[in-house]
Nanobody
Framework: QIQLVESGGGLVQPGGSLRLSCAAS????????MSWVRQVPGKGLEWVSD????????YYVDSVKGRFTISRDNAQNTLYLQMSSLTPGDTAVYYC???????????????WGQGTQVTVSS
């Protein structure tokens, strides 16, 4: 089965850290651009970060630059998002997604995970 499964979300205090994981299966993970996208309940999707197939180039929305780090372990077919200095504005459901094409920042995806909730609150 071709799928993405996120994990690692939870409740964290402002200023805290979390690491999200996304386990991929059913395709050659190392051949594809991967992304993290988030959604606040009742609002639209917001792109957060991209990483190219090799992991050697990464891209971030301005609001998370310097705080979030996207990475991947192609040998383990796993995508990560390390989040630090979290604020209430980061509260959202976080999804990993497989990009449709080979170029990063295109904003088109053909596979999504189920999402994992991140809540930043004291």
């Amino acid at each position: 089965q071709i799928q993405l499964v996120e994990s690692g979300g939870g409740l964290v205090q402002p200023g805290g850290s979390l690491r999200l994981s996304c386990a991929a299966s059913g395709f050659i993970f190392s051949n594809y651009v991967m992304s993290w996208v988030r959604q606040v309940p009742g609002k639209g999707l917001e792109w957060v970060s991209d990483i190219i197939d090799s992991g050697r180039a990464t891209y971030y929305v301005d609001s998370v630059k310097g705080r979030f780090t996207i990475s991947r372990d192609n040998a383990q077919n796993t995508l990560y998002l390390q989040m630090s200095s979290l604020t209430p504005g980061d509260t959202a459901v976080y999804y990993c997604a497989k990009a449709t094409g080979p170029i990063p920042l295109a904003g088109e995806y053909d596979l999504w995970g189920q999402g994992t909730q991140v809540t930043v609150s004291s």
